[in-house]
Nanobody
């Protein structure tokens, strides 16, 4: 069982990145997917989630209107499209999968670093 997060990198303010979360060893469609981020010295924060049953989504206020979460169950992959990036979006981003969809996450990816800087 594995979640592989990828797509991070260095981007200028105002730019875009798309993060991917590739699942293996389990059926992605059965799980809600969450994206989290963590800045050194701060707690990990949940920023977006997509439900497994109806693809309903949640966004933290800090990313609402700029980030879009999606999933392609046929590819066992979830995505986080990040637009209008700001320096304060700089963090390690993690994806996670929850079977219950209640906030307890069963599997975590390894994290991918996003740096927003000019």
């Amino acid at each position: 069982v594995q979640l592989q997060a990828s797509g991070g990198g260095l981007v200028q303010p105002g730019g875009s990145l798309r993060l991917s979360c590739q699942a293996s060893g389990f059926t992605l469609s059965d799980y809600a997917i969450g994206w989290f981020r963590q800045v050194p010295g701060k707690e990990r924060a949940g920023i977006s989630c997509i439900n497994s049953s109806d693809d309903s989504t949640y966004y933290a206020d800090s990313v609402k209107g700029r980030f879009t979460i999606s999933r392609d169950n046929a590819k066992s992959t979830a995505y986080l499209q990040m637009n209008s990036l700001k320096p304060e979006d700089t963090a390690v981003y993690y994806c996670a999968a929850s079977f219950s969809g209640t906030g307890a996450f069963d599997y975590w990816g390894q994290g991918t670093l996003v740096t927003v800087s000019s």
